[in-house]
C-alpha cells in the first residue's frame, strides 16, 4: 500500500536559517506528490505540488522536486521567517483514487 | 461559501454518546472527504463523495461511523456508541471534481476536534 516517511520534529531553526524537511515515499504506479502546511489555529493547507517526475513545486519560497528515483520529495527553503513556524505535512495521492495518504507531519519553530 | 465551514468546532461528549459532524464545503464543488487526524498523527481518510454518492469509504474504522451527503452538498458524519479511542480531530475537505487523476487540490475545513470523556 501507500505509505510516506518525513523527518520527525520538532524542528528549530533560527530565521534566515536554511530548511530541510526530509520526505520519501512508496507507492504503486505514479503518485502524485503534495506538501501541505497547518499554521496554529487554521486548517491545512496546499503549500505546494508536483505530478510527475522531475517535477519541482514551489510557492512562497518552498521548494520540492519529485524524485522517482530515491523516491523523495524533501521541502527546502532558503532563508526561513517567524512566519513559516507551522506543522508541514507531506502527502501524495495515487492515480485512479482520491485518497490522500499523509506522513506524521513535522512541526517546524522559527526563532527570531 | 469562501471556504471549507465545520461544525461545531469542539465537541465533548460522554463514552456511548451519539455525535454530528457537520461539514459545508466550498460552494459547486463536487467532491467531498472526511478525515481523522489523531494527536501527533497526519490526517487519515475515512470517505470520499462525489456527489452525493459515497464513492470510497474503506477508511470508515467500523460500522458506528457512518457519513450522509443527501443533497451533493453538505455533509454529516456520524459517530454511533462513541469511545474515547474516537476522540481526534475530524476534518472535511472539498475539492471541484474528483476524477481520480489523483491531482486534485484539496480545500480542508479547521476541523471539529471530538473528545469523548
Known amino acids: 500500500g501507500n505509505s510516506v516517511t518525513q523527518m520527525e520534529g520538532p524542528v528549530t531553526l533560527s530565521e534566515e536559517a536554511f530548511l530541510t524537511i526530509n520526505c520519501t515515499y512508496t507507492?504503486?504506479?505514479?503518485?502524485?506528490l503534495f506538501w501541505y502546511v497547518q499554521y496554529p489555529g487554521e486548517g491545512l493547507q496546499l503549500l505546494l505540488k508536483?505530478?510527475?517526475?522531475?517535477d519541482k513545486g514551489s510557492n512562497k519560497g518552498f521548494e520540492a522536486t519529485y524524485r522517482k528515483e530515491t523516491t523523495s520529495f524533501h521541502l527546502e527553503k532558503g532563508s526561513v521567517q517567524v512566519s513559516d513556524s507551522a506543522v508541514y505535512f507531506c502527502?501524495?495521492?495515487?492515480?485512479?483514487?482520491?485518497?490522500?495518504?499523509f506522513g506524521t507531519g513535522t512541526r517546524l519553530t522559527i526563532i527570531p | 461559501g469562501a471556504g471549507v465551514s465545520q461544525t461545531p468546532s469542539n465537541k465533548v461528549t460522554e463514552k456511548g454518546k451519539y455525535v454530528e459532524l457537520r461539514c459545508d464545503p466550498i460552494?459547486?464543488?463536487?467532491?467531498l472527504y472526511w478525515y481523522r487526524q489523531s494527536l501527533g498523527q497526519g490526517p487519515e481518510f475515512l470517505i470520499y463523495?462525489?456527489?452525493?454518492?459515497?464513492?470510497?469509504d474503506s477508511g470508515l474504522p467500523n460500522d458506528r461511523f457512518f457519513a450522509v451527503r443527501p443533497e451533493g452538498s453538505v455533509s454529516t458524519l456520524k459517530i454511533q456508541r462513541t469511545e474515547r479511542g474516537d476522540s481526534a480531530v475530524y476534518l472535511c475537505?472539498?475539492?471541484?471534481?474528483?476524477?481520480?487523476?489523483?491531482?486534485?487540490?484539496?480545500?480542508f475545513g479547521a476541523g471539529s476536534r471530538l473528545t469523548v470523556l
Open positions: 508536483a505530478t510527475k517526475a522531475d
Open positions: 463523495f462525489q456527489g452525493t454518492g459515497a464513492a470510497d
Open positions: 460552494s459547486g464543488h463536487t467532491a
Open positions: 475537505a472539498s475539492s471541484f471534481r474528483g476524477g481520480g487523476s489523483g491531482a486534485n487540490v484539496l480545500t
Open positions: 502527502a501524495l495521492t495515487n492515480f485512479g483514487n482520491e485518497k490522500l495518504t
Open positions: 507507492a504503486t504506479g505514479y503518485p502524485s
